[in-house]
């Protein structure tokens, strides 16, 4: 059963700081790596994705990923309350179609 | 026209009804999916369809019945629900099968079953 690990939060962080969200994966085999926003009552939405090892930037996200470790990370700098939301953390194979997905870790940004 | 759109939006049904919940995808995709999302639960693919053709069924019991007539369009018949099946079931597209992962949700359809 492959198994995508997630710390559920909440996770509280001061307007301006980095919030750091964690995720675990199970199958050593997984080869593609996203991460989804979902605010309360919509729907997710990719913000980031990463296929290699190493850090990769897009504004103020970074995702980060070692395969070594089974881990991969999103960095959000300069937080924002418009970051408040669930971050998902999804996992897939090669050549497939099925994501993995976590349960989310809550993001809170106090003002 | 938005993205993926899914009705209803909300929807109350008893163990013995009979509802379909639609969705339809204004984006030119060959992939589309149910997926269903429970209260501290992960999200959980229930059918994959490319170009018309189920590709996945993660044991989903057979009170679920997915129907594709095209590639833009999906439903999702329901029958003698269980109060457990009470659920947002989300909808998704893609662009094709490669890895790219990039889904594209609807706002989902809230079911809850009496």
């Known amino acids: 059963q492959k198994e995508v690990e997630q710390n559920s939060g909440p996770l509280s962080v001061p307007e301006g700081a980095i919030a750091s969200l964690n995720c675990t994966y199970s199958d050593r085999g997984s080869q593609s790596f996203f991460w989804y926003r979902q605010y309360s009552g919509k729907s997710p939405e990719l913000i980031m994705f990463i296929y290699s090892n190493g850090d990769k930037e897009d504004g103020r996200f970074t995702a980060q990923l070692n395969k070594a470790s089974q881990y991969v990370s999103l960095l959000i700098r300069d937080s924002q309350p418009s970051d408040s939301a669930t971050y998902l953390c999804a996992v897939s194979g090669a050549g497939s179609y099925q994501l993995t997905f976590g349960k989310g870790t809550k993001l809170s940004v106090i003002p | 026209e938005t993205g993926v759109t899914q009705t209803p939006r909300h929807l109350v049904m008893g163990m013995t009804n009979k509802k379909s919940l639609k969705c339809e995808q204004h984006?030119?995709?060959?992939?589309m999916y149910w997926y269903k999302q429970s209260a501290k639960k992960p999200l959980e693919l229930m059918f994959v369809?490319?170009?018309?053709?189920?590709?996945e069924n993660n044991s989903v019991p057979s009170r679920f019945s997915p129907e594709c007539p095209n590639s833009s369009h999906l439903f999702l018949h329901l029958h003698t629900l269980q109060p457990e099946d009470s659920a947002l079931y989300l909808c998704a597209s893609s662009q094709d099968r490669g890895n790219t992962g990039e889904l594209f949700f609807g706002e989902g359809s809230r079911l809850t079953v009496l």
């Open positions: 984006l030119g995709h060959n992939a």
């Open positions: 369809y490319n170009f018309k053709e189920q590709t």
